[in-house]
């Protein structure tokens, strides 16, 4: 079994910038890419940024390109999104999701469009984007 825990989210003001971290126990055979997800009401889940654990080969979404970055700490066994430059859009339930893939793009993409695939979720941190 996996587990995932999200933290960081909150109120931001537009251009402002949030961390989250997503802090992952148990069986690292259960998964080979890491990722965050996000869903804003009455929206489909979108993958925004996945890492493959074993060469860091990542995936980031065009949506959130040159704004934000996915990072990994394999001592705290944790997974980061820092986002800077929140817009608005951003505003959405972040979610952190631990699944086996063959590549960091194949998980965003196929868990973005079907996440009851998902093998392994976080409980999601509320990231608001407003003035």
């Known amino acids: 079994q996996v587990q995932l825990v999200e933290s960081g989210g909150g109120l931001v003001q537009p251009g402002g910038s949030l961390r989250l971290a997503c802090e992952v126990s148990?069986?690292?055979?259960?998964?080979?890419?890491i990722g965050w997800f996000r869903q804003a009401p009455g929206e489909e889940r979108e993958g925004v940024s996945c890492?493959?654990?074993?060469?860091?080969?990542?995936y980031l979404a065009k949506s959130v390109e040159g704004r934000f970055t996915i990072s990994r700490d394999d001592a705290k066994n944790t997974v980061y999104l820092q986002m800077n430059s929140l817009k608005p859009e951003d505003t959405a339930i972040y979610y952190c999701?631990?699944?086996?893939?063959?590549?960091?793009?194949?998980?965003?993409?196929?868990?973005?469009?079907?996440?009851?695939?998902?093998?392994?979720w976080g409980q999601g941190t509320q990231v608001t984007v407003s003035s």
């Open positions: 999701a631990a699944q086996r893939a063959i590549s960091a793009q194949h998980m965003c993409i196929i868990l973005g469009r079907f996440p009851e695939s998902g093998n392994y």
């Open positions: 890492i493959r654990t074993n060469d860091g080969s990542i």
């Open positions: 148990g069986s690292s055979l259960d998964y080979t890419v």
